[in-house]
């Protein structure tokens, strides 16, 4: 170990109560594959996991630096001969003694460290560039010193979101908590395979956005209708602020959605009708340009005023100037009766943002009665209004009386992402989507998307997320398209992503000060969206009264017997 000055007995005892003791696990042996990386030598097989942190010390004007590295691969170098270890009759430890090889781990191992740097409270992780000299020393990092420099913010403080624990330390002793600022305003994505808890993991990000140490406004589009549990929040003590806040819990079950149908614009009803030809295609859009020119845009109209701009588009004139219908108009009034017939799309009933949106509430918006095409529409309505709500409101053009004012910051989790924003296949959502995370962060509005398919999600969204949540995952197709979407200093930590377990989640990008392995707290509130159990279900189907009430509906009806009379006198 390097020396250090001589100091007075108070002090030293003063300084070895307030730093835990070092861990010396290896010396450096020089440099690695790259400029930003070194190999050590150890013998200590038990703490040198890939993901775990490390440090090298260097001597600067005013202090010694700790330049913090994380462990990214490692290699059997040197161990006992192969023939020790082929009879299991024999201890290779017994071996060894036998021979004088006296040193307690025989195995020898050379590991790589990726440097992350020296932490500045007020600049962050800063890379000296310096690499460690050959023979210097290797440090365990002590759980105190990792909480401190891995989190943007402490658990529990404004603006945090306690997420778990650091995965390769004891539960509790690294608690990873994310920053809120960043998280919702660079947006973010979790991407999983199925079953690897990436809607549970949602669930604790929802939760911790409406504690009260944060008091969010959320929305979430929910097609499987999973977060309905979510509704529990309303009477957990967790949840209860000093000052009486509760958050408040609006579930919208289809029944309830309700998009005015003059906020649609051409594309949203071209998705939602049938197979259309080029020319009514150019009818209705004829049509669509008419009703909007009507007062400059603000009349609000329905479907009986679309057809009859249809009517009005669609006229011909003859030979002789004589105006006719044309043949057109009659087959688009069926489409369109059609569309009139949605129970989501009405004249004057709306989900406007001050329904959705407020302060310390969350609103689920479930989904999972409704079809993809008119899912695609009704989200993209609530997206674009959202959007220029958050817009006008920022710029002063709203004024505090309109449906669309929104004067606070908004948060929006999309569940199934890929289906709104899919890589090659057209989508009302994805234009929306793409605008939102380019220009949302000077707004106010940010989003998170989940997908299990992140092979499937449009790369331009995908790249815009600037924290990422990534659990197991085992296609390959998938774990390609992560290469290009997660920021270079978590990629050594793709390499687990297929031995990644339930609740295991790599955590990068701006909501973390470096890239994390990251084992998911508890939640609060129940799970809505565990995968059933087939069997159990199976086993209940023969239980005694399920088969006895199935003989009773099946056994048939036995006629009263009528009695025999004659002239109304019995003759039995």
């Known amino acids: ?14 300084f070895s109560a307030a730093t835990p003791p070092s861990k010396v696990i290896g010396t450096v042996k020089g440099p690695g594959e790259n400029g930003n990386q070194y190999v050590f030598i150890t013998a200590d097989n038990q703490q040198v996991k890939i993901g775990e942190f490390v440090y090298y010390r260097v ?14 691969e490692r290699q059997l170098i040197d161990h006992l001969p192969d023939r020790i270890f082929a009879d299991t009759e024999i201890s290779p430890e017994a071996i060894a003694a036998l021979v004088g090889f006296a040193y307690t781990n025989p195995e020898i191992y050379e590991v790589a460290v990726d440097v992350i740097g020296h932490f500045d409270s007020a600049l962050g992780f800063i890379n000296p560039r310096k690499a460690p000299d050959p023979g210097s020393k290797v440090y365990l990092a002590d759980d105190e010193t990792l ?10 403080e404004i603006g945090a979101v306690h997420i778990g624990h650091l995965l390769l330390r004891d539960e509790g002793a690294v608690n990873v908590a994310l920053d809120v600022k960043e998280l919702v305003s660079t947006h973010m994505a979790i991407l ?16 911790e956005l409406l504690r009260p140490y944060n008091r969010a406004a959320v929305l979430i589009f929910d097609p499987h209708g999973e977060y309905d549990t979510l509704a529990q929040m309303q009477d957990h003590p967790a949840f209860q602020g000093e000052d009486g806040y509760l958050p408040k819990v609006n579930v919208l079950k289809p029944d309830h959605i309700r998009i005015r149908m ?11 009708l049938p197979e259309m030809s080029d020319r009514q295609q150019s009818i209705l859009n004829k049509a669509f340009n008419l009703i909007r ?39 688009l009034e069926w489409k369109l009766e059609r569309l009139a017939r949605s129970p989501y799309f009405h004249a004057f009933e709306h989900l406007a943002p001050k329904d959705l949106f407020e302060p310390g509430q969350v609103t689920v918006v479930q989904m999972n009665e409704i079809s993809q095409e008119e899912q695609q529409v009704i989200c993209a309505a609530i997206l674009r209004q959202t959007n220029q709500a958050r817009m006008g409101t920022q710029k002063e053009q709203i004024l505090s009386e309109d449906e669309n004012y929104l004067p606070y910051p908004v948060f929006i989790l999309l569940e199934e992402a890929h289906r709104f924003a899919p890589a090659h296949e057209p989508s009302r959502c994805k234009a929306v989507i793409r605008t939102i995370l380019s220009e949302g962060r000077k707004f106010g509005l940010g989003v998170g998307l989940i ?8 790369a331009d969204v995908l790249s815009q997320c600037m924290s990422q949540f990534i659990m197991r995952i085992v296609n390959p197709v998938d774990q390609e398209s992560l290469k290009y979407g997660v920021e270079a200093a978590g ?55 399920r088969v006895q009430s199935r003989a009773a509906q099946k056994a048939p009806l036995t006629e009263r017997k009528r009695p025999q009379t004659f002239r109304g006198v019995s003759i039995e």
């Open 1 to 14: 170990m390097m020396k250090t000055p001589d100091m007075s007995m108070a002090t030293k005892a003063s």
């Open 491 to 545: 990629r050594d930590l793709l390499k687990e992503l297929p031995a990644l377990t339930k609740g295991q989640v790599i955590i990068a990008g701006a909501c973390i000060n470096t890239p994390v392995l990251c084992k998911v707290r508890h939640r609060l509130t129940t799970h809505g969206g565990d995968t059933l159990n087939a069997p159990e279900l199976w086993q209940k189907h023969f239980e005694s009264y």
């Open 451 to 458: 997908t299990q398919r992140p092979g499937k999600l449009d």
């Open 262 to 272: 003059s906020s649609l614009d051409y594309s949203d009803i071209l998705a939602l």
């Open 59 to 72: 001597p600067s004007d005013r202090k010694t630096l700790q330049i913090l590295g994380k462990i990214s």
């Open 147 to 156: 909480q401190r420099v891995l989190n943007r913010k402490q658990p529990g």
């Open 293 to 331: 020119r009507h007062k400059r845009g603000e009349y609000r109209w329905d479907i009986q005023d679309l057809i009859a701009a249809v009517y009005e588009a669609d006229k011909q004139t003859d030979e002789e100037g004589n105006e006719k219908a044309g043949s057109s108009a009659p087959a």
């Open 192 to 207: 999983a395979g199925t079953g690897s808890g990436k809607s549970y993991t949602a669930g604790v990000l929802i939760e």
